[in-house]
């Protein structure tokens, strides 16, 4: 069945049936306008440009600092006061906390991503030995290098 004839049926249907044909000419008309296949002059002499959002390219922060630490100095602070359930153990667990939040909200001003740039530092090994496959004779590290 031919689209105008679709369009004829569904408005001979009554009122929803012309709501759903409005909404379908608003679709087709949208999709019509970005279906055109030749170059539009100065379109094509640029490169395309894409928006990536603010959201999407920022670290996760919470406070200023990095959130997993933060909110694990947070535990450990909160287990530390009610674990000793007393108030000088309460003002050490706030002290606690709040000079791990100026630490860490200084390390994020510093980098956002310190945390994740030192675990990766810590996994890489000491010395890599040249060698040209899975076969290949393990060359020993050098003493001085341990």
């Given amino acids: 069945m031919p689209l105008p004839e679709v369009f004829q049926t569904l408005h001979r249907v009554g009122h929803f049936a012309s709501l759903v044909l409005l909404v379908l000419r608003a679709m087709m008309?949208?999709?019509f306008r970005y279906s055109s296949w030749e170059p539009?002059?100065?379109d094509m002499e640029k490169p395309r440009e894409?928006?990536?959002h603010q959201s999407c390219n920022r670290p996760n922060l919470l406070?200023?600092?990095d959130r997993e630490l933060?909110?694990?100095c947070g535990m450990l602070a909160a287990m530390l006061i009610f674990a000793l359930v007393t108030w000088w153990g309460l003002a050490i667990g706030i002290a606690l906390w709040l000079l791990a939040v100026a630490v860490l909200s200084r390390m994020g001003k510093a980098d956002p991503l310190m945390r994740l740039t030192y675990v990766r530092h810590v996994r890489y090994r000491p010395f890599y030995p040249a060698k040209s496959g899975i076969e290949a004779a393990s060359v020993g590290t050098p003493r001085r290098w341990r």
């Fill in 29 to 31: 008309a949208e999709a």
């Fill in 40 to 42: 539009r002059g100065s």
């Fill in 50 to 52: 894409i928006v990536i």
């Fill in 63 to 65: 406070l200023g600092c």
């Fill in 70 to 72: 933060l909110l694990l």
